[in-house]
């Protein structure tokens, strides 16, 4: 190493002197003192307030069940149309969420309600769960995919969708 690159101050003469050649710029004093800025204390973050479409059912996607309403109306006139006689159509009493997995995972047996809610993706759960949601889907058309995702663990509709779809083409394939 050459003596001048031997001390601190030589060095940064050196490099003062390199920058000056590269940027055409004035060389700073080799004596200079760096100024560091003072550490900045980090403050912890609170826990974020949850939006109420994830606190519980809100039905924030009313023009679903709407749109839903409607269609069976427009069934409803269509039926009179075609066969003349009024069809009564009384308020059905829909399954709740978890008889209809119970009904799913009599084909599945060992695995249980809270496998198919939960978080593991482990390959003897995939199955029982796409299939359920494909059956939460067809047979609770009030439900729609953010409702029924937050049924099965916080999952995101399009993770829903994708269960649906599949399940779907599988049984359209047949």
Known sequence: MTPALSTEAGQRAHYAAIKAKLY???????????????????KPIKARQLPMWEMGDVQFDAHVVDYLRWQVAMD?????????NVVMNLPEQKKPINEIIAEVLEDFPGVTVSDIKGKRRHVVLVRPRHVAIYEVWRQRKDLSLPVIGR????RD?????????KIRAEREAK
Do not use: Y
Request: net charge positive; aromatic share 4%; charged share 15%.
């Open 157 to 165: 509709h399009t993770t829903i969708l994708h269960s649906v779809k």
């Open 76 to 84: 409803q006139v269509r039926a009179f149309q075609t066969h003349g």
């Open 151 to 154: 049924h099965f663990g916080g």
């Open 24 to 42: 055409n710029s004035k060389p700073r004093p080799a004596n200079m003192n760096i100024k560091t800025k003072p550490v900045v204390e980090v």
